[in-house]
């Protein structure tokens, strides 16, 4: 059997448009963008229209978007930047369960020096209730932070709805997009939000680049200080050949919203899984609302780690690669109330734009083999 990689949600491939992009920079274009000669300006024009194509697919102004290191990076300046331009003086934020663990120890983070966060739990399903956040708020709540759609399980969450509550109330409104980006409509106007988190290693794009968007009016203290580059909200010389890479991904994400291909292989592997284990497998996240290519299944009874170790050649995960080796139950699954011999059992299999139905037909029979 050769190697099928199905953890596209972990991370993607750099696609060959976003490496034929950057090969140039690598030779070319090598001045500092901040500086006024030269050498700088070709460097600071490429930069700005780089951010003009992400800006192009999150629906903003090109001055809303923020190039940082990752989408780890982009929550965190959210969440603390927000805080610490408030004075640090304790407010409240809202967020849910099941965040990714860098909202989620940010907002630890921020309770150690004086906020208060109320997690709000989540369905069966993984769904927010948008009522559950709306009874959350206080008189000094600053901040609601929902993701867009959960890594693990790829549920969908009512981001519109949820803006609309936090716009009635005059809270800022965050979302960590970094799985949404690429795959799904992520419009901040549709989403009704003021900043956005995007990880460009989710969307074909090397490791180490992301964005944030921030909604110009919105006043946030940077996290690393220095010469005030990105509008003085985050500091350090911007990595023009990244930037790059960012923004010719966007521009390809732009052309495949919605992922047809990748969910019809999606609910044929589903099926085929069904049909081939019955009531010993069942689906994790929401029937409906989910993200196109993702598909977290459980093998009632099993343990997921030991079914993937027996199929070495197919790359799939358990949950969050960011919990790669815990032999616990997930902590989203856990707050989706599901019982530990079925979510013991999960696997989260992410399909990508290389994704075949060969390979589906192939790990369903390894699936078999491993299991039987």
Known sequence: ???????????????????????????ETYGNPSSGHWAGAPAKALLEAERSRVAALLGCDADEVVFTSGGSQANNLALKGLFFRRGGKASHIVTTQIEHSSVLASCRFLESLGARVTFVPVDGDGLVDPDDIRRALRSDTFLVSVMHANNEVGTIQPIAEIGKIAREHGILFHTDAAQSVGKIPARVKDLGVDLLSVAGHKLYAPKGVGALYIRRDVAIEPLIHGAGQENARRAGTESVLLASALGKACEIAAQVIGMPEGRHLR????SRLKSAFGAGVVLNGHPVHRLPNTLNVSFVGRVGGKILARMP?????????????????????AAMGLAQHIGMGAIRFSLGRATTEAEIEAVVAALARALA
């Open 267 to 270: 609910d044929l592997f589903w």
């Open 1 to 27: 059997m050769t190697r099928i990689y199905l953890d596209y949600n972990a991370s993607t491939p750099v696609a060959p448009e976003v490496i034929a992009a950057m090969e140039p920079l690598l030779r």
């Open 313 to 333: 050649q197919v790359a799939a995960s358990t949950g969050s690669a960011s919990r790669y080796g815990d032999k616990t139950l997930s902590p989203v699954l």
